[in-house]
């Protein structure tokens, strides 16, 4: 079974900085079957990226996803105060979640 | 705009069974193309996809709860519903509804997911 690992668990970046952010599977992720979300408190999550690296409908072009393999990222070239929230990949050929990491406020 | 949206108790007493339902507007389960999944988050913590179904009454669940969990789906209504029996305080959690693309018949991939609903809080206790 492929196992997520996210880091860092906790990520205290300013308004402005770079984020980046890693999803390291324990096998390698078929067909790029990788997503990533955004969850703000109390809310449901968003779908940001789908097949590692393609931005869903509405997602603004800071957010950028990279990666295939095992290794893949999640880049927000510059960050907006409504982006500080918890990220979580997805590995959807058997719909396992990452842990999340959290982006908060420095 | 696809909205969702989760009803049901939100109290469940230990070893009873779990019933949520998601009606879905504006657009329809009929149409096909996508799965309509059963998710769930323990408070505080991560994300556990619980199983699908598609318009046709196919479903596909996590092997982890596959014995207490049923799926089923009322096109009529526009609702598919979540089933999950013999609860424990494990089973407290946000359950959310979602809506994922298929993306290849041929094989079982679960999918990522597009729209959720706002989710609800079910508590097991007695």
């Known amino acids: 079974e492929i196992v997520l690992t996210q880091s860092p668990g906790t990520l205290s970046l300013s308004p402005g900085e770079r984020a980046t952010l890693s999803c390291r599977a324990s096998?390698?992720?078929?067909?790029?079957?990788l997503a990533w979300y955004q969850q703000k408190p109390g809310q449901a999550p968003r779908l940001l990226i789908y097949?590692?690296?393609s931005r869903a409908t509405g997602i603004p072009d800071r957010f950028s996803g990279s990666g295939s393999g095992t290794d893949f990222t999640l880049t927000i070239s510059r960050l907006e105060p409504e982006d500080f929230a918890v990220y979580y990949c997805q590995q959807y050929g058997s719909s396992l979640f990452g842990p999340g990491t959290k982006v908060d406020i420095k | 705009q696809v909205q969702l949206q989760e009803s049901g108790p939100g109290l469940v007493k230990p070893s009873q069974t779990l019933s949520l339902t998601c009606t879905v507007s504006g657009g329809s389960i009929s149409s096909g193309g996508y799965y309509w999944s059963w998710i769930r988050q323990h408070p505080g913590k991560g994300l556990e996809w619980i199983g699908y179904i598609y318009y046709s009454g196919s479903t596909y669940y996590n092997p982890s709860l596959k014995s207490r969990v049923t799926i089923s789906v009322d096109t009529s209504k526009n609702q598919f519903s979540l089933k999950l029996s013999s609860v424990t305080a494990a089973d407290t959690a946000v359950y959310y509804c979602?809506?994922?693309?298929?993306?290849?018949?041929?094989?079982?991939?679960?999918?990522?997911?597009?729209?959720w609903g706002q989710g609800t809080l079910v508590t097991v206790s007695s």
């Open positions: 979602a809506r994922g693309p298929v993306i290849t018949m041929i094989v079982v991939v679960i999918g990522y997911f597009d729209y």
């Open positions: 096998q390698s992720v078929s067909s790029s079957y």
């Open positions: 097949g590692a690296s």
